[in-house]
């Protein structure tokens, strides 16, 4: 089931260069385990929230000077958002679950974005990753149009989602185990920059050995990844 879900709101009147556009931050707790992001929607207006195990909302959901205080554990958000306002005086709390289903497609159907596979992202990677595996089914279906084999379109479209998807969900799974602690890794070889292409929904046409070694060394536990077949007679 479900270990974590994530708690945020809207904050008005963050100092200036945080409101800039653009601007997107990400905050990390080792001690709670708790993560936050900051990110600029319109106006003076920014999405600010947190992710933390379940067994911690229930203190922090009916309290912003507790959420707050989690926010404040990290310098930046301390430093930015101590004089912003919450507006309404709301904290909304959602789940953090995700799905995938077993097949990527079948014959005269593909599914695309979130109808393939749901994990809630760091940042806003995953309005990327979604509109990546939508280029691909357009590639596909351009191709299949100009005579291509529709069963070997399809296998080849599953083997790109499938390569892409499981970096994607390998670094979401890692942010959450107990082992991952960022200021470990993030001056060793290869770790900043592949992190920050992934980040960035450069999943698909990367390899990312480099990034997953450094994450193993570190006592990070891989996922097996988001592996998708194609259903119908081969």
């Known amino acids: 089931g479900t270990v974590r879900a994530a708690l945020f709101g809207h904050l008005t009147h963050t100092t200036s260069d945080a409101g800039k556009e653009g601007y997107t931050a990400i905050g990390f707790h080792p001690k709670s385990r708790v993560w936050s992001w900051f990110i600029p929607l319109s106006g003076e207006i920014a999405s600010v929230g ?10 922090i959901r009916k309290n912003p000077d507790r959420w707050r ?29 995700g799905y995938k289903c077993n097949y990527a497609a079948a014959p ?31 590639d596909l279906i351009d191709r299949a149009l100009k005579g291509n084999s529709e069963s070997q379109e399809l296998h080849s479209y599953a083997e790109t989602v499938t390569r892409g998807l499981t970096a994607f969900d ?50 990070v536990a891989l996922s097996e990844g988001a592996t998708f077949g194609v259903w119908g007679p081969k």
Not at 50 to 59: D, F, H, R
Not at 113 to 134: C, E, K, M, R
């Open 50 to 59: 947190l992710v933390a195990p379940k067994t911690k909302i229930g203190e």
């Open 69 to 97: 205080a989690e926010l404040y554990q990290n310098k930046w958000f301390y430093n930015h958002l101590r004089n912003a306002e919450l507006r309404g005086n709301e904290i909304i709390a959602c789940p953090f679950n």
């Open 108 to 138: 005269g159907l593909v599914l695309v974005g979130d109808a393939l596979y749901f994990n809630n992202p760091i940042f806003s990677t995953g309005v990327q990753i979604a509109l990546s595996s939508g280029k691909f089914c357009a």
């Open 170 to 219: 390998r670094i979401i799974r890692a942010f959450h185990d107990s082992h991952y602690d960022h200021r470990n890794m993030r001056n060793q070889p290869g770790f900043r920059e592949h992190l920050n292409e992934l980040l960035a929904g450069n999943a698909f046409d990367r390899d990312y050995k480099e990034l997953y070694e450094v994450l193993e060394a570190n006592g």
